[in-house]
């Protein structure tokens, strides 16, 4: 029996893991150690980055497990995030694209033989990490995120402010008052029902639509919330999913983990507040 040859479905994309030295690029502080990605090349064409500084607050949204295939199937749904946040970027996830494996990489710059989480498991990340970096430059960093989530555990154990709420509507109020209060610089925001859902039925059932609506919804509340609240400051805001999913061959049923298009391919979303 001939194998059938598979295009790699990362051919010619940058990673996620490129979101990290993005960031610090777009503060003006140095990479984390670990990171050995470029810079998102959508956003170096967009910005001018000849300015010393550009960016003073950022707001990181990710709902886990929205992929490339289904954000062009049901572009639509997302005009309302392209409105805030108008700048496109085809990513490659990280191989296997697992939550954690695909964070640990998006916030390190690092990929998994760096970062040390290579499938599904859920250490505190021990190598240098974008938060650590912040941490240096004395940056006030938040994380909100549902409790015992990925998002939630791996990257414990730094001066930095861990928001656990119960579930995503939660951690979205939570997110709306921390932007309202206006004490950090940093803050990242995951909501997980999209990957819940599709785990439970298939990436496109109505249930699973309805979630990414959720998303949508969420991520344009807090979108507005820094366009209000954040005045004074340049902000980047992004919209920045961790893997995609496919339907399971046996169980008829969403799943990720393979290395597929369906599942190693995501589009962010990126925009300039300018406060
Ligand atoms: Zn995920």
Same mark, same amino acid.
């Given at each position: 029996m001939i194998e059938e040859l598979k295009e790699d479905p990362c051919k010619d994309l940058q990673s996620i893991a490129s979101l990290a030295p993005t960031i610090c690029r777009l503060m003006n502080i140095p990479p984390p150690l670990s990171s050995g990605a470029a810079i998102i090349s959508q956003v170096i064409n967009e910005f001018n980055l000849t300015q010393s500084k550009i960016i003073d607050k950022v707001l990181i949204y990710s709902p886990d497990a929205i992929g490339r295939e289904f954000y062009y199937k049901h572009s639509a749904l997302f005009q309302s995030v392209r409105d805030h946040a108008p700048i496109e970027a085809t990513l490659c996830s990280i191989f296997p694209p697992k939550t954690p494996v695909c964070f640990a990489s998006m916030f390190t710059g690092a990929p998994p033989e760096i970062h040390g989480i290579k499938e599904y498991r859920r250490p505190v990340v021990q190598c240098d990490t974008l938060f650590d970096v912040l941490v240096r430059e004395r940056k006030n960093v938040a994380i909100v995120a549902v409790t015992g989530s990925s998002m939630d555990v791996i990257f414990r154990h730094r001066d930095i402010d861990y928001y656990s709420k119960r579930y995503d509507e939660q951690a979205t109020e939570r997110a709306l008052e921390l932007i309202e209060q206006g004490l950090h610089d940093v803050i990242v925001v995951y909501n997980q029902e999209y990957d819940d859902v599709l785990h439970r039925t298939t990436p496109e059932s109505p249930e699973a639509i309805n979630a990414v609506m959720n998303h949508v919804d969420s991520f344009n509340r807090i979108a507005s919330a820094v366009e209000e609240h954040w005045k004074g400051f340049k902000s980047f805001i992004a919209f920045t999913p961790d893997h995609g999913a496919h339907i399971d061959k046996i169980s008829r049923? *969403?799943? !990720? *983990? %393979?290395? &597929?298009?369906? %599942?190693?391919?995501? &589009? !962010?979303?990126y925009g300039i507040t300018d406060g």
């Open positions: 049923k *969403g799943t !990720h *983990g %393979d290395n &597929v298009p369906e %599942d190693m391919q995501v &589009v !962010h979303l």
